[in-house]
């Protein structure tokens, strides 16, 4: 194991690339909300991330999509509940900022070892 | 999708919601319009959206529907005119007034086209934070590289 290619980095590099999937649902879902007949769909983050980290790192992160049960649809058919998603957006975006924040100092330690410690 | 392609499943979404709030615009703009080229008084005009998937045709589209999501951005399928018959009102001195002294006016509602232009403009919003929240997302990932 390399210093670039540590279980931490691989760790945030997976919930990095399921926080992007996630987020361009989320956002679909909002760009649908006056589409009739639409229906919200997501991922199961915690299973799919589970899921990723136990496969091979090489293989890219392909979760499936799901809609989602337990929505109120409207008479359009329409389930799309913006409370939700914009909830949702948000909370992803926090955890995206620690994500890559803590990314950031996975970097800072390899930046501080070519520095010799100083 | 990459977080770019994002901004522009948003951006499909702005245009959509853009375009509804002009049509709802000019149907309160022609709510009194009696005359019209394809003659008769204006009809109320109104979009309908259709979920679109972002990719155009091709190997991009076709690796993709391999994988099993895909977010979709969304495209104005059609503008419709609104078939409900005219509204009639007995004004005998009116240009356009028929030999009964009624005249037909537009099919438009002003109170439903303003709560279409509002739910329009609420929409746009939700749509405007989503891409903000993208680019935060965009921002924190270029952020590595500093």
Redesign the interface.
Known sequence: MSVMDTAQLHLLERF?DL???R??????N???????G?RT?D?NFHSEFEMALAQNPDVPV????RQVPGLLARPDGNNVS?DR??LL??E??LK??AA??A??SE?ALVQYAIREGS | ???F??MQ??G??LL??RA?AELSASNLANAETTRTVQGGPYRRQNV????DHPLTPGFAATLASF????????RIAAVVEDTSPPLRRFDPGHPDADATGYVDLPNVNPVEESVNLM?AAR?YQ??V??IQ??K??IQ??I??AA
Not at chain 1, 23 to 28: A, E, F, P, Y
Not at chain 1, 62 to 65: E, K, R, S, T, V
Not at chain 2, 48 to 51: I, N, S
Not at chain 2, 67 to 74: F, L, M, Q, R
Request: cysteine-free; hydrophobic content about 50%; overall charge negative.
């Open positions: 990095l926080a992007t999937v987020q361009s649902l989320l956002v679909g909002i760009a649908n909300v006056d589409t009739p639409y769909q991922i392909l979760p499936i999509a913006v998603e914009g957006l948000a992803l975006q995206y900022q890559t924040t990314m950031k970097f | 999708m990459n977080l392609g994002m499943l948003s499909s979404a959509a919601e509804r309908v959206f259709a979920a994988t099993d999501w895909h977010a979709e951005g969304v739910e929409s939700m749509n934070s989503a929240s993208v935060a997302m924190s990932a952020g590595l």
